[in-house]
């Protein structure tokens, strides 16, 4: 991907944030998680992404990232994440001599779309490096969505644009196809995936960086090229970011 986030808010104002430092059916909530509001059986749609994000907030809990901004050895280990008892059993998969990750996927009871009887599905993922825990998010394979569920055109600008703008994309409720966090300095920052466009014939995933209840940074890209791989997306452009930080 070569366009590079853009910012939502001044530098000046990030600085100063920086500054302040600061298969399974529909199951109940347990675990308090900051994304909590804008991730609801509504804006989540399937069961399946509802299984995964109550696992994603049991382990988030449970384990630490690696520190972006840290060169030393912050994240839970790859062998401590593997006693992690999720509701589905993963997979173990190598990127290279240094990178792999854990893939947890789960089957919905049913399918959103009526012209296929494959279930939805939806994925945990934990990535490691030297088998140090750096990413984890969740992402949805159901991609059956209507023109009013779509994120307007323009309307993350206005969250960008506007301190504290957190409480406002809750209240707009998006539909969200994927969320995940990391850790730079020592404080959580947010990213969610988001469908945008007009109609559903030209969608976008807007992906939308929350730190501190402000939205921080935007990216908008088509759809269909992340399609192969939302969560990979997702893991390279928290790392885009980390380097915007370092600016």
Do not use: C
Request: aromatic content about 12%.
């Amino acid at each position: 991907m070569n366009k590079r986030l853009r910012p939502l808010i001044s530098q000046s104002v990030l600085v100063g944030l920086l500054v302040l430092g600061h298969t399974a059916p529909i199951v109940a909530a347990e675990t308090e998680h900051y994304l909590d509001p804008l991730i609801t059986e509504e804006t989540i749609e399937n069961d399946a992404i509802w299984a995964a994000y109550q696992d994603y907030k049991r382990g988030i809990e449970q384990f630490n990232l690696h520190d972006m901004a840290s060169e030393e050895v912050t994240g839970t280990s790859l062998s401590e994440v593997e006693e992690f008892e999720a509701a589905v059993e993963p997979t173990f998969h190598h990127l290279s001599e240094t990178e792999s990750y854990l893939s947890y996927m789960y089957e919905s009871e049913t399918t959103n779309n009526p012209n296929d009887d494959q279930p939805v599905l939806g994925e945990l993922l934990f990535y490691f490096i030297d088998e140090e825990l750096y990413y984890t998010g969740i992402g949805s394979l159901d991609l059956v969505i209507n023109n009013d569920q779509l994120l307007p055109m323009g309307l993350d600008q206005e969250w960008l644009d506007t301190k504290n703008s957190y409480h406002l994309m809750v209240e707009f409720g998006p539909r969200v196809f994927g969320l995940s966090q990391m850790v730079y300095q020592g404080e959580d920052y947010y990213q969610v995936l988001l469908p945008q466009g007009e109609t559903t014939e030209q969608m976008y995933a807007q992906f939308i960086y929350i730190y501190q209840d402000h939205a921080i940074f935007g990216y908008q890209i088509e759809l269909e090229e992340i399609l192969d791989s939302p969560q990979g997306a997702m893991k390279d452009l928290f790392v885009e970011l980390t380097g915007l930080l370092n600016e």
